[in-house]
T-cell receptor, first 114, second 114 residues
């Protein structure tokens, strides 16, 4: 199993541009998450999904959108990029039942908005 | 007040030392407590998981939870240079729409020098 994969690894965006961060998992997990990590700030939940077709906002959803059309994929869309969205973005997935907290993380996407 | 507080460090110790990492929290509903380890430029990985109060040991690692004090700890015995990483505490409670959602501390940067 590849686990959770994310593309791209690194991207530079200009202010006002848009992009989609891709996330795919091959573990047949129902739950998927998007986090952002800023230096010294831990991980903040942006959006999460409990299954295909079901998404909900996390702690910091403004400026982002998500969709979940399949179990495997959970893309994160940035519209009108702003410097405040410079961060490292992590996608994670977990089983719907079983051990809460066992989230499997991808390697991250580093985004720089200039 | 943040829901979860963690001293960001950095913490630098010699090889073989006992390391103590701590988090405090304010939400008494938290029932599940985790420690994640994050190597530089990698995604977090689950290190220890504890439900409710008590101790849990896994090799050189011991996790402690004191719900009465809202305080959790991670101890690393005989620390090794390979333990150098950022350690993130995380918590959750299994209630309604919060199921599976984690609240993270800021992370503590640990360096173990030979």
């Amino acid at each position: 199993n590849a686990g959770v994969t994310q593309t791209p690894k690194f991207r530079i965006l200009k202010i006002g541009q848009s992009m989609t961060l891709q996330c795919t998992q091959d573990m047949n997990h129902n739950y998927m998450y998007w986090y952002r990590q800023d230096p010294g700030m831990g991980l903040k939940l942006i959006y999460y999904s409990v299954g295909a077709g079901i998404t909900d906002k996390g702690e910091v959803p403004n400026g982002y959108n998500v969709s979940r059309s399949t179990t495997e994929d959970f893309p994160l869309r940035l519209e009108l990029a702003a410097p405040s969205q410079t961060s490292v973005y992590f996608c994670a997935s977990s089983y719907a039942t079983g051990t809460i907290g066992t989230q499997y993380f991808g390697p991250g996407t580093r985004l720089l908005v200039l | 007040q943040k829901e979860v507080e963690q001293d960001p460090g950095p913490l630098s110790v010699p090889e073989g030392a006992i390391v103590s990492l701590n988090c405090t929290y304010s939400n008494s509903a938290f029932q599940y407590f985790m420690w994640y380890r994050q190597y530089s430029r990698k995604g977090p990985e689950l290190l220890m998981y504890t439900y409710s109060s008590g101790n849990k040991e896994d090799g050189r690692f011991t996790a402690q939870v004191d719900k009465s004090s809202k305080y959790i700890s991670l101890f690393i015995r005989d620390s090794q240079p390979s333990d150098s990483a950022t350690y993130l505490c995380a918590m959750s409670w299994a209630g309604g729409t919060s199921y599976g959602k984690l609240t993270f501390g800021q992370g503590t940067i640990l360096t173990v020098h030979p």
